[in-house]
């Protein structure tokens, strides 16, 4: 079994002009329409057999919106997170909505959503995470579509939120850090913070990615590509030119991913 824990998909209706505005903001190559039946499609297609698509709030009021939407999805091989906003008022009343639903995470964009996820203003929210036993997806690293110079997803934040939380289900995305993987070696390898592997594993030096596989636990490492910004099935072909053993495989291709969707 092998689930992609790093998806995005917008409803049909939607997708295209989705996609084409987030291509006026950058020229990154996009592999697939971004339909919700193109991804239910590829998943046909080939040795990735399930998906978890992160739905992205860039304002507070889609948050319901997009939540209750999800929920009423019951689409076979795919799991929803939850989206959530950070300066989302009644967050506590929403990841109860969320958790009776079956839902066990949230994903947050620091660069999107424009926040720094170790501010203070936001631990309310991490408190209730922790309560619901829910985790929080970030985007990590550098963010193309947006050019600031320092991210607020910068490792060191995530550091400090893991200080300040130890028992929080932290979840960074892309290997640790968007193009900032020194950073990531210096600020989160080998602590206890979950790191994804989408979109980075073609660009990144394959020296570092090994170190990243011998330094970081492999209970705290998922497989995810990023489509449509990467191929859903060839994506996989990067992650088995790496010579894991079939027990940290098995752990990074599903098991990690189904302990945190509460699938176990």
Not at 215 to 221: C, N
Request: one cysteine or more; glycine letters at 4%; charged letters at 25%.
């Amino acid at each position: 079994m092998i689930i992609d824990f790093h998806t995005h998909t917008f409803p049909d209706n939607i997708a295209q002009k989705a996609i084409d505005d987030l291509k006026k903001l950058s020229d990154f190559s996009v592999y697939a329409d971004g339909r919700e039946s193109s991804l239910i499609e590829n998943l046909k297609k080939g040795e990735v057999d399930y998906a978890v698509v992160l739905p992205v709030s860039t304002k507070a009021s889609q948050v319901e919106s997009i939540n209750r939407y999800n929920v009423e999805k019951n689409i076979p091989n795919i799991f929803f997170i939850g989206a959530m906003h950070p300066d989302f008022p009644d967050f506590e009343k929403e990841l109860s909505f969320l958790s009776s639903n079956g839902i066990k995470g949230i994903k947050l964009h620091p660069e999107f959503q424009d926040f720094k996820p170790d501010d203070k203003k936001y631990y309310p929210m991490y408190e209730a995470l922790i309560s619901f036993d829910m985790f929080v997806l970030f985007h990590s690293g550098k963010e193309e579509f947006l050019k600031r110079l320092v991210p607020n997803g910068h490792p060191k934040n995530f550091y400090a939120l893991q200080k300040q939380f130890p028992t929080l289900k932290i979840v960074v995305a892309h290997c640790g850090g968007h193009a900032m993987y020194d950073e990531m070696e210096e600020f989160l390898l080998g602590k206890n913070i979950y790191f994804d592997l989408s979109y980075e594993l073609p660009f990144v030096d394959e020296q570092k990615i090994l170190k990243l596989f011998n330094k970081h636990s492999k209970d705290l490492i998922l497989y995810g590509s990023d489509y449509p910004w990467q191929p859903l099935q060839e994506y996989h072909n990067y992650f088995n030119k790496f010579k894991l053993s079939l027990s940290d495989k098995e752990k990074i291709e599903y098991k990690n991913a189904l302990e945190l969707l509460g699938k176990k």
